[in-house]
């Protein structure tokens, strides 16, 4: 395993850290497709053990993960494995803590009182049996949250947090415009680290590369999640893009050097960047995770030559261009009169399409989309459609986006 910095933080951190957010779950004939999935907590604690023995030494966490079971179960792993690796009882959970770290993040979302911060921190460290958490987060940052920190004074809690020892470290995770990512790096000197979301697709969106290297110069270490973009880059690739890794693959073989799978390809491209601290994988079987392992191996910056990144480019060109919608998101056709988040629908249909995911991918991206942006508001008054400079014919696009999320339900 490699090792890598964060910030300024005292703590060399793996290449690559274990997230829980994307667990081994039993399937539930029973159950309907809506339903949450348990998690296998048998295959979910053996890849914990198998993590930690081949070196990783950050678990991340959260509240909300797994409807709630994942702060639950890794409390329960993280004795299981401690007593399998380290011995028994207290002294082995000492010794494990002492080698992994333990992440987990507040659901600032959920705050509607001054106490509430408090409340479920109490409640995070009895499901994860901890007396302290490594590093905590306040989770999924954006617009109107510095509104409800201020309301309800959650960084003055939480610097009474960080001074009683429960929290060693704090920072944020984020999944906003680049603007207000600039301007909740600079509302505290509390933070210590911050988590994006970064890969070969997103240099350019939400915090981004500007993101990265703005919170590396101002000493944050930067966690990186969704190196694979949820999963849509280690899919089975689009012709386009095969042919491009194909060729990139040949050339390393030619050279005497082992081809890379789609995911190895966007793994090292994030670690190629020396800003990156380490990066999140929510991985959700054994395999997965041996071939993360075997990856963050030879991860580091300079891993990449120049021909790689420039396969890159062209990789995240090719993807780009098997839009089946044109659209910028350059946001002209906004505000919509009926309050439909035009590109946000647009780019749902788009990825689910680019990447393979279907209907289903759409139908739980499309989850996320809050009721009063949906599609099914559109009054077909035609306005956005003057507005847009790629003449796209938002209107039908708009139905058949119903249609389309509608497909196998
Ligand atoms: S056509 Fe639909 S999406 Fe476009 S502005 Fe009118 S209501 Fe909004
Ligand atoms: S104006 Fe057209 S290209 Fe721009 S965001 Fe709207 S639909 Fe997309």
Redesign the pocket.
Known sequence: MRYRTLGRVAFAPSALGFGAMRLPVLADESAGAAAPRRIDEEAATAMLRRAVEAGVNYVDTAYVYHDGESEPWLGRALRQVAGELFGPADQGLAELRRRVKVATKLPVWKLERNDDPERLLSEQLERLQLDSIDFYLLHGLGAGSLAKLREHDVLGWAERALADGRIAHLGFSFHDEYPLFEELVDATDLWEFCQIQYNYMDQEYQAGTRGLEYAAAKGLGVIVMEPVRGGQLARRPPQAVAALWAAANARREASGLAARTPVDWALQWVWNHPEVSFLLSGMSSLAQLDENIVSAECAGPGALDDDDLETCRRVRDAYLELNPIPCTGCRY?LP?????D?PKVLDIYNEAEIYGGGPAAARFAYGWVSESER?E?????????ELCPQKIA??DW?EKIQQYLAVGK
């Open positions: 056709c919509c009169p009926s309050g439909v035009i599609a508001l559109c009054k077909q008054c035609g306005a956005c459609q938002i209107v708009l």
